[in-house]
């Protein structure tokens, strides 16, 4: 089902053995990558930095050569679809406690191995956060607090497949290098308003501590009640690497 969902956003796919014909990409740091996927990603690249994030293509390449697998058939959008679809920059505010506003960009799947789209951060100290949701949106990801007291926030996760009146909300906290889940409740669109803050979810109730709020009927001792589910993270060193 995945698949066919991807399918629909491609505009066009090029083979990962098809050299194709396009002059090669030149940021200030250049791709890392084989000569075919940088020629395929070329018109993306540059037009995502330039015309969209309006940020050095240096910025793009960083995930590029980071987390693109050579091995994956790479998927080249057209420009007029990659418009369509920008929301603009997410400003959550200070996540990694440097006293500066972070920001960060939804990234499309590159490549026919992607489960979803990816939430990048334009300070890349903070790790990417990868999804299995194709319904990706700036007001999505939001910080609900330094609830670990480590001096980095945690940030919640409102997640949708698109079309069922099921939703998520995650908890991620950075631990080793990357993003890791520490909370998720279901709601129900049925019971909950799901235009309220998200923030309103969840409340930390101590060092370590919160709790979110789920409202679903798919529990059916407490189907349909507003049920607080109680969470803990533990303590891990946050390692965050550049």
């Known amino acids: 089902m995945i698949r066919y969902t991807l399918f629909s ?40 930095s330039d015309s969209l994030w309006k940020r050095d293509p240096a910025l793009l390449d960083h995930y590029i050569r980071k987390y693109l697998p050579d091995s994956c058939c790479v998927i080249r959008f057209e420009n007029e ?3 369509k679809d920008y929301e603009g920059p997410g400003l959550p505010g200070d996540i ?21 789209q990816s939430y990048l ?3 890349t100290s903070l790790p990417r956060l990868t999804t299995t949701s194709f ?22 996760l409102y997640y949708s497949s698109c079309s069922s009146h099921y939703k998520s909300l995650y908890a991620y906290s950075i631990k080793k290098g990357g993003w890791k889940e520490v ?22 109730t101590g060092k370590g501590q919160f709790e979110m709020l789920e ?16 969470f803990t993270i533990r303590t891990e060193n946050t390692n965050l690497q550049p």
Do not use: V
Request: aromatic share 12%; glycine share 8%; with cysteine.
């Open 81 to 83: 679809h990659l418009k």
């Open 121 to 123: 951060f334009a300070d």
């Open 96 to 116: 990694n406690g440097d006293h500066r506003p972070d920001t960060f960009y939804i990234l499309k799947e590159f490549h026919l191995c992607a489960e979803g």
């Open 183 to 204: 909370g998720h409740i279901i709601f129900d669109t049925y019971y909950m308003d799901p235009e309220k803050p998200y923030q309103h979810f969840f409340r930390k």
């Open 9 to 48: 956003f491609i505009l066009l796919i090029l083979s990962c053995r098809n050299t194709g014909n396009h002059e090669g990409l030149t940021p200030a740091n250049p791709l890392s990558l084989s000569d075919t996927i940088r020629i395929l990603l070329n018109d993306n690249i540059r037009y995502i």
């Open 135 to 156: 319904c990706c949106h700036p007001r999505n990801l939001f910080p609900i607090g330094d609830i670990d007291e480590d001096g980095i926030q945690e940030i919640g």
């Open 215 to 230: 409202t679903t009927d798919l529990r059916e001792e407490n189907a349909g009640k507003p049920i607080w589910q109680k």
